[in-house]
């Protein structure tokens, strides 16, 4: 673990206590786990054919390596994963912060409009770019680099990628935050506070199951970084396994996500509690 407390204490600053230890940590592993495979995107069927994870889901308690844990949560690493591994996926290659389109499925798709977006730490817009491409099927394509240095001089930026299909349905997303060094990063510690509506709703479920469906939308002008979404019983005990669509959210100002969740239907009804990088920890109803 030396090289990771090393990593997370130059990128975010030592942790004050465990609860600041767990957040800073799931930053990092959230990052980490989704280089893994889109570096594996990035050279696809060329440099790379496969990637192998050691110790993906110990049956014990860990603080190493996994990927969920014993007791059902999914981490911060869970959902880098998932996103790298989209079979359809936009992202930015690192070091050369060149935006690629990743196309895993074996259907071609035509007329995919790719957007980027890249604002300072408290929203303003720093640049923006978008191409529409045709994807071929099981290859990546080069899209168009973005020039940040001049950006990163004056502190770290938050990079919002979008993909939509050609009827203007979301086929992707992907969110960074970036800096001139790894220690310029610590500047997101000093965010201000971004407070978040959340509406829940009645979703559809399965035989055995209750779903929920949670709008989580950012009114205010503060970027709000990895808000994880958490379900609790009627007696406050969390509920595991629960099945959420996505976790650990960004959302720049003015943007909403739609997040799904299914859990066992014997825990009765839920209720909903967010936490984030940025933001206070807040309870919402369930349904």
Do not use: C
Request: charged content about 20%; overall charge neutral; cysteine-free.
């Amino acid at each position: 673990m030396a090289s990771f407390v090393r990593a997370m204490d130059t990128e975010f600053g030592p942790a004050r206590d465990l609860a600041d230890f767990e957040r800073k940590a799931q930053m990092l592993n959230y990052e980490s786990h989704r280089a893994i495979f889109e570096g594996f995107n990035a050279g696809l069927w060329t440099t790379n054919s496969a990637r192998m994870l050691w110790m993906t889901h110990p049956a014990w308690p860990s603080s190493d390596f996994q990927i969920y844990s014993s007791d059902y949560d999914t981490h911060a690493a869970f959902y880098g994963t998932k996103k790298g591994a989209e079979p359809v996926h936009i992202q930015m290659n690192q070091p050369g912060r060149q935006v690629v389109m990743v196309n895993t499925t074996r259907q071609p798709l035509t007329g995919v409009k790719a957007t980027a977006r890249v604002t300072d730490l408290t929203g303003a817009t720093v640049a923006t770019h978008a191409q529409t491409v045709d994807l071929p099927a099981n290859a990546t394509v080069a899209l168009f680099p973005l020039a940040l240095d001049a950006a990163l001089a004056k502190g770290p930026v938050l990079v919002r990628l979008d993909a939509s299909a050609s009827d203007g349905s979301r086929v992707s997303e992907n969110f960074y935050w970036q800096a001139a060094n790894p220690a310029d990063l610590r500047a997101l510690s000093a965010m201000p506070q971004a407070t978040l509506r959340a509406d829940v709703a009645a979703g559809t479920a399965a035989a055995g199951e209750r779903s929920l469906r949670v709008t989580l939308s950012n009114p205010g002008t503060t970027p709000a970084l990895q808000t994880k979404l958490t379900l609790f019983d009627g007696k406050g005990v969390q509920i595991l396994p629960a099945y959420f669509s996505d976790n650990y959210v960004s959302l720049l100002p003015g943007e909403t996500r739609d997040v799904t969740v299914a859990y066992p239907g014997d825990r009765g009804v839920a209720t909903v509690r967010l936490r984030g990088w940025n933001s206070p920890a807040t309870t919402i109803g369930g349904r």
